[in-house]
């Protein structure tokens, strides 16, 4: 139901990142051409460690080529979004949702952001810098929205250690 879509990613680590969040969030990862680089490259192997292949993506040639794939809520982050990104109920959407990421130089072309103005959104920050990191901004969008879905298929407690690790005397 969650979908992180990266509009023509060009930072490797960036996207290795946000494929490791996917990987362990149970989020699709929907990548748009033109890519600043391979899905091979061993930078993207690096920044998704070993979980890459647990992460489930799928690459458009164009934004029309996604749009016409995918139908759901669109959500665009953007930091010339007026509203903040926990200004949405994402509880009441019973459709798929796509959390928007523009490429790391130039954001979301704005022909596309005025398509969809009730959704533009940002992450509040003050006026030192232009924008957080976008596997940081992604991370925090992603959990916020399973936040208030109250975290579905996901663990409260570490599969390898168990949940009684920190209080065992072992």
Aim: aromatic fraction near 12%; include cysteine; charge should be positive.
């Amino acid at each position: 139901m969650l979908n992180v879509v990266l509009f023509e990613p060009e930072i490797p680590q960036n996207t290795g990142n946000i494929m490791r969040t996917c990987a362990g969030t149970n989020v699709k990862l929907h990548l748009i051409k033109p890519l600043g680089f391979s899905l091979d490259e061993k930078n993207i192997k690096r920044s998704g460690v070993n979980y890459i292949e647990y992460c489930n993506y799928t690459v458009y040639e164009n934004f029309e080529d996604f749009k016409i794939k995918n139908k759901g809520t669109y959500y665009f982050l953007t930091r010339y979004g007026t509203k903040a990104h926990t200004s949405f109920d994402y509880k009441e959407i019973k459709e798929p949702i796509y959390l928007i990421f523009g490429k790391e130089s130039t954001g979301i072309p704005k022909e596309i952001l005025r398509e969809h103005l009730e959704h533009c959104m940002r992450i509040p920050i003050n006026s030192n810098i232009r924008a957080l990191n976008l596997s940081n901004c992604v991370a925090i969008m992603v959990f916020e929205v399973l936040r208030q879905l109250d975290y579905p298929n996901l663990l409260f407690s570490d599969p390898f250690k168990g949940k009684d690790y920190l209080t065992c005397e072992k």
